[in-house]
């Protein structure tokens, strides 16, 4: 592919989150009027609603608020949540010896993060791109993507074409991007379901996070600003999809006996979704013309609730990648190019992958009956040493990575 003087056309497949911090980054600040950046999603776009809290939250780190650099006090202003606590047990009782809290101000920070609903991410990003002159197109994703002579070709499902000099696929686990260049992936159903809904308790959250791992999953709940808690409830799949099927007071029932009554009394809770799990991980991040980021790359457990900060760092270093190529005149689609964003991030997030999956199967009804005391002993070990639970939290916080 040639140097080009024109305005170099990105193409991106997904209006999530990822995708659009991935524009956003690329069509604001030294890198303006660079890119021509048009971002194309099957899908309509989700409207927050100030009135009705999104079932799906995502837990953001230091860092991915860092990377929405001032877009993250639009986000605050609206409605978000810190927690500067996590409390993390296995057994029936939340202050047993196989627990481990962490702590914000251990390591004199403010909070361990911010919980933030999905579709005001997604509003404040499109409000954002909206003034930046960023095309959106909805209704129609990608179909396929052909290389051609100096360009990559790109169909769209509504019959149009589009051409580029790169194609980014942030369009998600299952990413047609991704399978129309032919990256292949390993991939790990875990047969697992996260049933998600709101929950109101009788005791205060306290801006703690609480999990308790238990032999289907963990069961995880996120504080709301509102006072109530977000539920992401890891279950199998029959299991998951007996809880659906249950009655509002049945659920509740259920989920006050597996919270151990870490939080008293609990509900009414909203409507419940549930998600299917799987662990996939796409053999290259890059190719000719191609790009791919956040699930589309990498797709993890959520136990640990950082799918979304892996994808905003993807997000923020390949954007950085093509500022720098583009400043030294080398074309955005150049495998070279792409390949400096694929080495930064690939080894990073296979092992943060790895060790997700790990956790998972180290607590899950699989793991052999000598795992369960080696678990309460290495969480009482770690529980007990300061220094093991600093590194963690700031690890968690990104506070010792730096995107230079």
């Known amino acids: 592919m040639t140097k080009r003087a ?14 659009l911090l991935f524009a956003a980054r690329l069509a604001r600040g030294q890198s303006a009027g660079r890119f ?23 837990a953001l780190s230091r860092e991915s608020q860092q990377l929405l650099g001032d877009l993250w006090q639009s986000v605050a202003a609206r409605r978000v949540s810190p ?7 296995e057994g029936p009782a939340a202050g047993a010896d196989a627990s481990i809290t962490f702590d914000a101000a251990e390591i004199g920070e403010p909070d361990l993060g911010h919980i933030v609903e999905d579709s005001l991410l997604r509003s404040v990003l499109l409000d954002d791109l909206a003034r930046a002159e960023v095309e959106i197109a909805f209704g129609s994703g990608v179909e396929g993507v052909e290389l051609e002579r100096e360009a990559v070709s790109v169909a769209l499902s509504d019959g149009t074409t589009m051409t580029a000099d790169l194609v980014v696929g942030a369009d998600g686990t299952d990413s047609r991007v991704r399978a129309a260049v032919g990256i292949p992936t390993f991939e790990k159903d875990y ?10 308790t009788e005791k205060p959250h306290r801006e703690t996070a609480w999990q308790r791992f238990m032999p289907e999953g963990p069961l995880a709940f996120l504080p709301l600003s509102d006072g109530r808690c977000s539920i992401v409830w890891t279950n199998s799949s029959a299991t998951a999809e007996g809880l659906l099927a249950m009655d509002d007071d049945a659920f509740i029932d259920a989920l006050e006996t597996s919270s151990a009554g870490v939080l008293g009394k609990l509900g009414p809770c909203t409507e419940r ?10 053999v290259r991040y890059t190719g000719l013309g191609v790009a791919l980021i956040g699930d589309a790359a990498h797709a993890v457990h959520p136990l640990a609730g950082q799918g979304m900060n892996l994808g905003f760092r993807d997000a923020a270093v390949l954007a950085g990648a093509l500022v720098e190529a583009s400043a030294r005149g080398e074309h955005p689609g150049d495998e070279r190019v792409l390949r400096r964003y694929e080495r930064r991030q690939k080894a990073h997030n296979l092992g943060m992958q790895l060790a997700f999956d790990g956790l998972n199967a180290l607590f899950g009804r699989r793991a052999p009956r000598w795992a369960a005391p080696i678990r309460g002993l290495g969480l009482a070990v770690v529980d007990r040493s300061a220094p093991a639970k600093r590194m963690l939290m700031r690890r968690a916080l990104g506070l010792d990575r730096a995107l230079a």
Not at 83 to 89: D, N
Request: net charge positive; glycine share 4%.
């Open 36 to 58: 021509r950046i048009r971002i194309v999603d099957a899908q309509a776009p989700a409207s927050w609603r100030a009135q009705r809290p999104d079932p799906r939250v995502y």
């Open 83 to 89: 927690y500067r606590r996590m409390h993390v047990w």
């Open 6 to 19: 024109r305005p170099l056309e990105v193409v991106v497949a997904g209006a999530g989150p990822v995708g």
């Open 191 to 200: 047969r697992q379901r996260a049933v998600v809904t709101h929950v109101a």
């Open 273 to 282: 979704l549930a998600f299917p799990l799987r662990l996939t991980h796409a």
